[in-house]
């Protein structure tokens, strides 16, 4: 049981509004680090930090545009009830107060995974600020990695910043596949692991981002959606046709 509905001619539809629309009227641009698709042809979990509103649609996109697997993502029954189109994009519900709705969505994610799709967890458990530390966990992820006696943890890490524009710039670094043997470790463990895997690459990525925030100088990233002018962006530009044509 699935319990999502999952729909891809409205997947391709909402897609293309989200990249050429939404996100390009709030954000300048998305910046993309890693590779979405693991190595490994076993049950894959991706585990990402949860800053943002937005967060679950830029997953969407990337694994849209760079993906070849079946993506799901567990999402609160009570966002999932107010945004019902992301059960078109592949959520399914988790009601966190009742342990029964709790046990069936994490079995909705393990059937998932055994079937050859992936599955999308924010382990925090709802929106912290991107610069919150230590990230603290909750058990989720750690009961579906010990599902499993050789699972795929992919590490997504999120952040967004403004630095010098109008519009801020999101980007998303897809860690490097951890191969973890869940079967043989305790769920304390587990969260351990995931915990030190998310939070280390989340320092990493903000060091990067404060480093480079224009990202004109790490070509490890690319960016992934056209670069969105501001009002800020077209004043610069009318500027500098003024000053041309004052010269001329």
């Known amino acids: ?3 999502s509905d999952k729909s891809r001619s409205f997947r391709r539809i909402f897609s293309f509004y989200l990249e050429r629309y939404l ?9 993309m680090k890693g590779t979405v698709d693991p190595n490994e042809k076993l049950p894959v979990l991706y585990i990402a930090n949860h800053s943002s509103w937005w ?11 760079a993906s070849e697997l079946d993506h799901y993502m567990m999402m609160e029954e009570k ?3 107010q945004y019902a189109f992301f059960r078109k994009l592949g959520a399914f519900p988790v009601q966190k107060e009742n342990l029964k709705s709790v046990k069936q969505a994490l079995m909705t994610a393990k059937e998932n995974m055994q079937a050859g799709g992936a599955v999308w967890l924010f ?3 709802e929106i912290m600020h991107q610069e919150m530390r ?6 989720g992820a750690s009961f579906l990695v010990r599902q499993f006696e050789q699972v795929v943890v992919k590490p997504v890490t999120l952040h967004y910043t403004f630095n010098q524009f109008q519009k801020p710039t999101v980007s998303a670094v897809f860690g490097e596949d951890t191969l973890v043997s869940g079967g ?3 769920s304390k463990d587990v969260t351990h692991l995931l915990r030190d895997l998310l939070e280390t690459q989340l320092n990493a990525h903000q060091a990067q981002v404060i480093a480079d925030p224009d990202f004109s100088t790490n070509q490890e990233f690319r960016q992934v959606t056209r670069t969105s002018q501001s009002t800020s962006d077209a004043f610069d530009s009318f500027k500098k046709w003024v000053k041309t044509w004052r010269s001329s």
């Open 1 to 3: 049981m699935k319990e």
């Open 184 to 186: 043989e470790l305790r």
């Open 79 to 81: 966002q999932l009830k």
């Open 123 to 125: 382990p925090q458990g």
């Open 23 to 31: 996100l390009h009227k709030h954000f300048r641009s998305v910046m």
């Open 134 to 139: 230590p990230l603290e966990l909750e058990g």
């Open 55 to 65: 967060d679950g649609l830029i997953i969407f996109l990337l694994t849209e545009k």
